[in-house]
């Protein structure tokens, strides 16, 4: 069971790579290491350790499950890719006590996890994700981070097994060979499904610092019905939004946001929008 069961009871350490993998990491994550190099490495490292491995990533022990997950196969053996300008924007605008973070396609975690850490004391944490074998890896690495002092006692993390649209009701969720690509589809998984202002209210959210959302070409669907219909006190100080399926939104909530006062920063994958109204 690649994805939870044994391999989430199993104590830190107890998959920790052998000293052929921990090479192969250690050379992926050397800046000699581009391109093809690093793929090759990679492919290599799958071949010798299977399953999820136990490394420290900046600084605390995590649990990575690279083989199906883009995000944490960076994680392992790209961290300078982890988002580095987004992640330390968000450290920016929930760095105060009582601060509010919502991770909408949280995947296992990596943006939540950061937040939990740099976040002021007690801060909310909320990462929603609708596969719950995710969401138990992210459990699993929290654990680690408090074990090791790295969030602070009062920082919460709320988990949410449901998908984020326009609506409330029932769907389903396409399972793809990578994990972080799981969407909303006609054909798939049934899953919950919640609007994000429903959610919100639901939870007693008054503020959001800072908001991330990637959830595959569905984000028009729904960050722009939030826009309309949340009160302007509801509205995100900071959103990070995927940009890579823009040519597949019904509605350009990037430029929405703009009209709305906020101010674009355009980076690789990611849009980052801060209110200035």
């Known amino acids: 069971m690649v994805n939870g069961g044994h391999t989430m009871q199993a104590a830190w350490g107890e998959h920790r790579p052998g000293p052929v993998a921990a090479m192969l990491i250690s050379a992926a994550r050397s800046r000699l290491s581009r391109g093809p190099i690093k793929k090759g490495l990679y492919h290599l490292f799958l071949r010798i350790h299977k399953g ?15 083989a199906r997950n883009l995000s944490e196969q960076r994680a392992l053996f790209r961290p300078e ?28 975690g990596i943006y939540t996890l950061d937040a939990a850490i740099h976040a002021g004391d007690r801060s909310r944490i909320i990462a929603i994700e609708p596969r719950a074998e995710l ?12 074990r090791t002092g790295h969030i602070a006692p009062g920082t919460t993390i709320e988990t949410h097994a449901v998908a984020i649209s326009h609506y409330d009701g029932e769907g389903r969720l396409a399972l793809t ?20 202002l429903s959610l919100v209210r639901e939870l007693g959210v008054e503020k959001i610092d800072a908001l991330k959302i990637d959830i595959e070409g569905h984000e028009d669907r729904v960050l722009c019905p939030f826009l309309d219909e949340a009160p302007e006190t509801l509205w995100p ?8 399926h823009r040519n597949e939104w019904s509605r350009d909530c990037i430029a929405e ?5 906020y101010r674009a920063h355009t980076f690789r994958c990611n849009t980052l929008l801060k209110k200035t109204a």
Do not use: W
């Open 52 to 66: 999820p491995v136990d490394v420290m990533l900046e600084g605390r022990p995590v649990r990575l499950y690279p």
């Open 81 to 108: 890719r982890l988002d580095v300008a987004e992640r330390r924007a968000i450290r920016h605008f929930i760095k105060n006590e009582g601060s509010v973070f919502i991770d909408v396609g949280a995947n296992a």
């Open 135 to 146: 969401l138990s890896r992210l459990r699993f690495n929290e654990q680690q981070a408090r």
């Open 177 to 196: 060979e990578k994990e972080g690509e799981n969407h909303l589809a006609e054909s798939g998984v049934p899953v919950t499904i919640r609007s994000l």
């Open 237 to 244: 100080q900071l959103i990070i939004i995927e940009h890579v």
């Open 257 to 261: 946001c703009i009209s709305r006062g």
